[in-house]
T-cell receptor, first 115, second 112 residues
């Protein structure tokens, strides 16, 4: 079974530029999450989708971050304009549903460096 | 906010036992989780414990749960170099579900 795919693995941009990350979850997983992991910290949830609808985006900085999952499968996370403090690894995860019973399956992450 | 706390670093010798500790925040959490992150990789579920249990054993892993103190620990017996990684404990957001709050992570270094 293929795992969660993310791209690009690495991205370096200057502040005020924009960047987009792509995630393809495990086939059949209805729920998709984007987490931000700053160096030395645990992952922090940015947004959760159930199929193509947003379940929780309360921790997404909406002035600069946006995410979509138009067809209920792939998702993109965009940052525009980027700030220095956005340097982090952006992890995508998926699960079968929203109940506690399922484990989260993580991709390898997209490492963003903002100069 | 919810803060799940862990010590940052642990170093052990190969063959010894490792104990990684975590203090969580929500006494109503139904499940508590341990995830492992190897260098350059995403997180992988290692084990979990249901809140009505005090202990769960899974091969070399033992999870202990003290609900009164909101304390969770992970013991790895006969620690191997392949166990070197960052270990995160996690609890569901208030209200449950699969939204998880992760701790700060404990980096385990296994020395020969």
């Amino acid at each position: 079974e293929a795992g969660v795919a993310q791209s690009p693995r690495y991205k370096i941009i200057e502040k005020r530029q924009s960047v987009a990350f792509w995630c393809n979850p495990i086939s059949g997983h209805a729920t998709l999450y984007w987490y931000q992991q700053i160096l030395g910290q645990g992952p922090k949830l940015l947004i959760q989708f159930q199929n193509n609808g947003v379940v929780d985006d309360s921790q997404l900085p909406k002035d600069r971050f946006s995410a979509e999952r138009l067809k209920g499968v792939d998702s993109t996370l965009k940052i525009q304009p980027a700030k220095l403090e956005d340097s982090a690894v952006y992890l995508c995860a998926s699960s079968l549903g929203t109940s506690y019973t399922g484990e989260l399956f993580f991709g390898e992450g997209s490492r963003l460096t903002v100069l | 906010g919810e803060d799940v706390e862990q010590s940052l670093f642990l170093s052990v010798r190969e063959g010894d036992s490792s104990v990684i500790n975590c203090t969580y925040t929500d006494s109503s959490s139904t499940y508590l989780y341990w995830y492992k992150q190897e260098p350059g990789a995403g997180l992988q579920l290692l084990t979990y414990i249901f809140s009505n249990m005090d202990m769960k054993q899974d091969q070399r892993l033992t999870v202990l749960l003290n609900k009164k103190d909101k304390h969770l620990s992970l013991r790895i017996a006969d620690t191997q170099t392949g166990d070197s990684a960052i270990y995160f404990c996690a609890e569901p957001f208030l209200g449950g579900g699969n939204k998880l709050t992760f701790g700060t992570g404990t980096q385990l270094k296994v020395e020969l």
